[in-house]
């Protein structure tokens, strides 16, 4: 895994910025892998930036999100439709018909997962993944203890995440207690990854996602077998990393 530094969040926005407009400039009918959560909203700010200026067009880009929450409607505005038209399609010019992101309100959660699998394949494959690390390990809804062989799949959400993203809901209880994510076989065919982490929570989950041994217990090492992988960490998430080195 390529290790890139930042100062703190904003730099490392930065930074991941010019590396996904490089993708969409030198090919501008790429795929791009999205995430959502604290991590990658300076990031998309960034991008918005960027297209504002001119200096990117994303109208041949095609998308796939990771995840969504079961249960929740596109319209309900906790959910990832939601946050991402908040934070970035609202902004630039991706074409709606090119967005994809699973749909948490399916009827039939199994059949969602494999037509959202069949849609990829159909795009051949993701050009670049973006990730944000959760602080157990987790990438996607992929919670410890995954199977490394799944592809898109209905997850049940671990305490821990439920408690971690219950700052994005009014009541703990409301927050959904299932996903449909991505699976480990899905993000691990990405052309390329691009694993974000800032602040110290996540210095832990980085030691062990970038020194630790591969295994399914913390899911981002996994990421440690991926031919092209770059984790961008801020001085806060990398402590840990850097006071072994
Ligand atoms: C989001 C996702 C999650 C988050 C992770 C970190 O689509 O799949 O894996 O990337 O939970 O969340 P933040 O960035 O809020 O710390």
Redesign the pocket.
Known sequence: MRIVTAKDYDQMSRKASYIVASRVILNPKCVLGL??????KGLYNELVRLFRAGDVDFSGVTTF???EYAGLSPENPQS?HSYMEEHLFRHINIPPEHRHIPNGAAQNIGAECRRYEELIEQAHGIDLQI????RDG????NEPDVKFEKGTHHVRLTQS?IE??ARFFENRDEVPKSAI?MGIKTIMSARRILLLASGSE?AEAIRGAVMGAVTPDLPASVLQLHPNATLIVDEAASAEIMRIK
């Open positions: 995430a959502t959560g604290d991590t990658p999100n990771l995840d990832y990730l944000g690390l959760g987790h990438i996607g809804f995440t971690a993203n994510s996540k």
